[in-house]
């Protein structure tokens, strides 16, 4: 096998992050999720945020979780592989959380090595099995969404085009190049995405265009609308892809699939 084409079998793992609340994480890990696997790649989701909705929005009941994510980041003895579950949809498997990541986060504070706890346990047998590791990070700058860029080669910054959004984007970059000079010279910022568009707003509209005067980071072609199935699809326990897969939305995340994809070739 030439290297390109054995890089193009390595998994790509991307962390979704932003530590400003609600401004659609879960949304796009789910969606792009469920985009990636529809152009037929095999998509792992994980789940590093305590309120577990990536986990409940692709369609698991949080009362069967016996083991999940805080306790392969506590316990050694547990691998990702054994926590990994099947969604209701097609080619895409999540490792779940539960509420007590919260604290699993306080005993990993005093651990040895505690920002590499998750990339030490993302091993071959996972990045060769899957095209795609999308990491949901939860709204905070602490060491869970600090795991999740020490462990991934891509970052996506989902950033809503509405007033005060552009605040916290500069300190989460700021972060960023923190971890990319010490602990994970291989991560890539793969862009900004903007989200809960609004084109009949002149502020969204501004704010796309300032986003765009931020620093020298690619911000994707692709922009999330505002759309009520967005909000219904989890609801469902599926990606829009599955659950209205003709709508604008569902094509929007396939088009940031093929944005994501590109960005890796
Ligand atoms: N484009 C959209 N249009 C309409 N509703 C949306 C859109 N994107 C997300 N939502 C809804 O907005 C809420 C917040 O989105 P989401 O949970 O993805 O944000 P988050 O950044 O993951 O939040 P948190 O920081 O709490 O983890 C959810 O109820 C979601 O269904
Ligand atoms: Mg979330």
Same mark, same amino acid.
């Given at each position: 096998?030439?290297?390109? $084409?054995?890089?193009?079998?390595?998994?790509?793992?991307?962390?979704?992050?932003?530590? $400003?609340?609600?401004?659609?994480?879960?949304?796009?890990?789910?969606?792009?999720?469920?985009?990636?696997?529809?152009?037929?790649?095999?998509?792992?989701?994980?789940?590093? +945020? @305590?309120?577990?909705?990536?986990?409940?929005?692709?369609?698991?009941?949080?009362?069967?979780?016996?083991?999940?994510?805080?306790?392969?980041?506590?316990?050694?003895?547990?691998?990702?592989?054994?926590?990994?579950?099947?969604? #209701?949809?097609?080619?895409?498997?999540?490792?779940?959380?539960?509420?007590?990541?919260?604290?699993?986060?306080?005993?990993? /504070?005093?651990?040895?090595?505690?920002?590499?706890?998750?990339?030490? $346990?993302?091993?071959?047998?996972?990045?060769?099995?899957? +095209?795609?590791?999308?990491? +949901?990070? @939860?709204?905070?700058?602490?060491?869970?969404?600090?795991?999740?860029?020490?462990?991934?080669?891509?970052?996506?910054?989902?950033?809503?085009?509405?007033?005060?959004?552009?605040?916290?984007?500069?300190?989460?970059? #700021?972060?960023?190049?923190?971890?990319?000079?010490?602990?994970?010279?291989?991560?890539?910022?793969?862009?900004?995405?903007?989200?809960?568009?609004?084109?009949?707003?002149?502020?969204?509209?501004?704010?796309?265009?300032?986003?765009?005067?931020?620093?020298?980071?690619?911000? /994707?072609?692709?922009?999330?609308?505002?759309?009520? #199935?967005?909000?219904?699809?989890?609801?469902?326990?599926?990606?829009?892809?599955?659950?209205?897969?003709?709508?604008?939305?569902? $094509?929007? /995340?396939? +088009?940031?699939?093929?944005?994501?994809?590109?960005?890796?070739?």
């Amino acid at each position: 096998m030439g290297s390109a $084409k054995r890089r193009a079998r390595l998994g790509k793992v991307i962390a979704i992050a932003n530590q $400003k609340g609600g401004v659609g994480k879960t949304t796009c890990a789910i969606n792009l999720g469920g985009a990636l696997a529809s152009l037929g790649n095999d998509v792992l989701c994980i789940d590093l +945020d @305590p309120q577990a909705n990536l986990t409940v929005g692709l369609g698991i009941d949080l009362n069967t979780v016996e083991r999940s994510i805080a306790d392969v980041l506590i316990d050694s003895n547990i691998s990702i592989a054994s926590i990994i579950r099947p969604t #209701k949809t097609k080619k895409v498997d999540v490792a779940p959380a539960t509420l007590e990541l919260s604290a699993a986060e306080v005993e990993l /504070f005093n651990a040895i090595g505690r920002e590499m706890a998750l990339r030490d $346990k993302l091993g071959r047998d996972l990045t060769e099995r899957y +095209d795609f590791i999308l990491i +949901d990070c @939860p709204p905070t700058l602490g060491l869970l969404t600090l795991n999740a860029l020490v462990a991934a080669n891509g970052v996506i910054i989902p950033v809503q085009t509405q007033y005060y959004a552009l605040k916290g984007v500069a300190a989460l970059l #700021k972060i960023i190049k923190t971890v990319q000079n010490r602990l994970n010279p291989n991560l890539k910022v793969l862009g900004l995405l903007p989200t809960f568009y609004d084109s009949r707003t002149i502020l969204a509209r501004d704010m796309l265009d300032s986003l765009k005067d931020l620093g020298d980071h690619q911000v /994707f072609g692709t922009v999330i609308r505002q759309s009520v #199935k967005i909000g219904e699809a989890p609801t469902a326990g599926v990606p829009i892809t599955v659950y209205e897969p003709r709508s604008d939305a569902a $094509k929007s /995340f396939v +088009d940031l699939a093929k944005e994501v994809i590109g960005a890796h070739k």
